[in-house]
């Protein structure tokens, strides 16, 4: 197990386990929907994630890349859109000295939040690992940067 400390959050990862699941996707879920908010947010999505996040996601074995869930959920305003998805890890996280099994929303800044919650029934994990598994979710504003006549309602 590595240790990770994010805040006031210590993360207790199987970093090895981690890794090894991301690197044998093959196909990512976020490849299996071809709709334009989609593929609005694949083609943007170096510029959605803030680095405090992808560097957390690195420590934990998480390939951006390749997580288990991605929506569009809403067009806030013209150009610019709100997006869910999640990962997931195996590990716990505690917080002085208790395990957490939910997370508060942390809000990075105005355009990503994240949280993380034991969820394990959607992972490439194993099922018997489900258990062990947490999940981080993610809510994203995404900018529109595909041709305007395929923007979203």
């Known amino acids: 197990m590595k240790t990770i400390t994010y805040k ?10 981690t890794k090894e699941v991301y690197d044998n996707i093959q196909f990512s879920n976020l490849f299996s929907c071809n709709c334009h908010g989609c593929r609005n947010f694949l083609v943007n ?18 390939d951006y890349k390749k997580g288990s869930e991605l929506h569009h959920i809403c067009k806030i ?19 002085n000295g208790n395990e957490l099994t939910e997370t508060e929303t942390i ?6 939040k994240f949280f ?6 959607l992972s490439f994990f194993d099922k018997e690992e489900h258990n062990q598994i947490m999940q981080l979710e993610i809510l994203a504003h995404s900018d ?6 395929l923007e979203l309602d």
């Open 116 to 121: 993380f919650k034991r969820d394990g029934s």
């Open 45 to 62: 999505r170096e510029n959605i994630y803030p680095k405090e996040v992808l560097n957390l996601m690195i420590q934990l074995g998480i």
């Open 8 to 17: 006031n959050q210590i993360f207790e990862v199987d970093f090895d386990r």
């Open 107 to 112: 809000e990075v800044n105005e355009d990503f």
């Open 144 to 149: 529109w940067v595909l041709e305007k006549e």
């Open 77 to 95: 305003e013209i150009g610019k859109h709100l997006y869910g998805g999640w990962f997931h890890f195996k590990g716990r996280i505690l917080e």
